[in-house]
């Protein structure tokens, strides 16, 4: 929804032919009508985009970016699945906060599943704001989760599933880990496991370096094998990653 402004303008005219002070009255301005906004549905190869009529800009620009972030994935992900996405952009922030759960609110994307099925679901605002390119890699970690939602554990830890589904989003932007990962330092002693309090964003850069690290020693298809064994299982013990070696690799590649 745009904002709309009411302008008020006073014109006041004054004359002194006679030594008469004229006066005009301010002019009122007839009232602004909020535009009509409906649910406006853009289909592609790859999904629909769902918003309100009055996020046509947003809309658009993720119906342009969905079927290269759905086959960016698909590229990647040598798994069995519908290779379709429908992205919804709620009209408003609690009407975001309804589908995904207050715990969510401040998120510019998030992936769910409901009574509707698998759905990615934009921040309106926050999602406005983000360039193409992070529009892109948005888009490409939401649809990743969507894919492997059936391959992985309630229980699966967050380091792995929110790491894997960023190395997936940036994998082939050409993109250094000090770019994508600017709160990163080498001064790590353990996994990461607070992605919801102050340091949420500084978890997920670090949950991300860890599967770049594994990418480093398994390979590409190594990375994606090492998710489907350990994402699948109810338990995941953490001597998986060997954290002196991830720690050696980050001295190594940020300093």
């Not at 990647?76 to 009209?91: F, H, K, Q, T, Y």
């Not at 990163?184 to 850069?205: C, M, N």
Request: glycine share 8%; net charge negative; charged share 20%.
């Amino acid at each position: 929804m745009r904002h709309l402004r009411t302008l008020l303008a006073i014109t006041v005219a004054m004359t002194f032919l006679l030594g008469v002070t004229v006066a005009l009255r301010p002019v009122e301005a007839p009232p602004l009508v909020a535009p009509r906004c409906d649910e406006s549905v853009l289909t592609t190869a790859s999904g629909t985009v769902t918003s309100s009529s009055c996020d046509g800009e947003l809309a658009s620009r993720v119906s342009g970016l969905l079927d290269t972030s759905v086959d960016g994935v698909a590229d990647i992900l040598d798994i069995s699945w519908v290779r379709r996405v429908d992205v919804v952009v709620p009209a408003s922030g609690s009407e975001f906060v309804t589908l995904v759960g207050p715990a969510f609110a401040d998120m510019a994307g998030v992936a769910i599943r409901d009574g509707s099925g698998q759905r990615v679901v934009l921040n309106r605002v926050r999602a406005a704001a983000l360039s193409d390119l992070e529009l892109k890699v948005l888009l490409r970690h939401e649809i990743t989760h969507v894919a492997t939602r059936d391959l992985t554990s309630d229980s699966a830890p967050l380091w792995l599933v929110e790491g894997f589904a960023d190395w997936v989003a940036f994998h082939g932007l050409g993109l250094s880990l000090r770019q994508t990962a600017p709160l990163l330092t080498p001064e790590v002693s353990a996994l990461p496991v607070d992605f919801g309090g102050a340091g949420r964003d500084l978890a997920y850069q670090q949950a991300y370096s860890v599967v770049v690290y594994l990418e480093s020693g398994l390979g590409e298809r190594g990375v994606v094998d090492f998710y489907l064994r350990y994402a699948s299982s109810s338990a995941v013990d953490s001597g998986v990653v060997d954290v002196a070696g991830w720690r050696d690799f980050l001295i190594k590649s940020i300093g």
